[in-house]
C-alpha cells in the first residue's frame, strides 16, 4: 500500500461574546464580539490543527493542548500550529495543502483572507498558494445566523 500522502480533516466552534478580542486564521480581526476561549480562540487554527492531527492519527487538538491547562491560557494559536506541523514533521510529513472554511455572519472577512492565507503558510512553512481560506454566513441560520458563534472546517493533505 502506497502510504505517501494521509488526509485529515477538522472541525471546531467557538461561542462569541462582547468585548473580547477575534483572532482567525492568525489575524485580528476588527469586530465588537470576539470568541470566548482558554486559547486566543482562533477557531480557524483550532480547525486546521485538529485537520493535521486527525491525518497523523494522533487525536485532536484538546489531546495535545488540554484547555485546563495554565501553560495555554491565553496562548496565541499560530504557536499551537507550530507544533503540530513540527509533529508531522518528525514524523515525516509535510503539508501539501489545507482547504478551511469559516463560517461567521459577521464581520465580513474577505478583506482579511489574504492575510489569513499568508500568516498560515508561513506557520506551516509552504507557499500560500497552498492554503485555501474560504468565508461563508449561514444566511442568519442558527447560532451562526444568530452571531452566537463561529464554526469552521478544515481538510489538509499531508505528503512524504
Excluded at 476588527?30 to 485537520?51: E, Q, T, Y
Excluded at 485555501?132 to 447560532?143: D, H, I, M, N, P
Aim: aromatic content about 6%; charged content about 20%.
Amino acid at each position: 500500500m502506497n502510504n505517501d500522502i494521509r488526509i485529515g480533516n477538522g472541525y471546531d466552534v467557538h461561542a462569541l461574546a462582547d468585548g473580547l478580542p477575534m483572532y482567525l486564521g492568525g489575524v485580528s480581526i476588527v469586530s465588537p464580539k470576539g470568541f470566548v476561549a482558554h486559547s486566543d480562540g482562533d477557531v480557524a487554527i483550532h480547525a486546521l490543527c485538529d485537520a493535521i492531527l486527525g491525518a497523523l492519527a494522533l487525536g485532536d487538538i484538546g489531546k495535545h493542548f488540554p484547555d485546563s491547562s495554565p501553560a495555554y491560557k491565553g496562548v496565541d494559536s499560530k504557536k499551537l500550529l507550530a507544533q503540530v506541523v513540527k509533529m508531522a514533521s518528525e514524523r515525516g510529513w509535510g503539508v501539501g495543502n489545507a482547504d478551511i472554511t469559516i463560517a461567521l455572519q459577521a464581520p465580513k472577512l474577505a478583506p482579511y483572507i489574504p492575510q489569513m492565507r499568508q500568516a498560515l503558510a508561513d506557520v506551516m512553512n509552504v507557499d500560500a498558494d497552498r492554503v485555501s481560506v474560504k468565508a461563508t454566513t449561514t444566511e442568519r441560520l442558527g447560532f451562526v445566523g444568530r452571531e452566537e458563534g463561529c464554526e469552521v472546517w478544515a481538510s489538509v493533505l499531508l505528503v512524504r
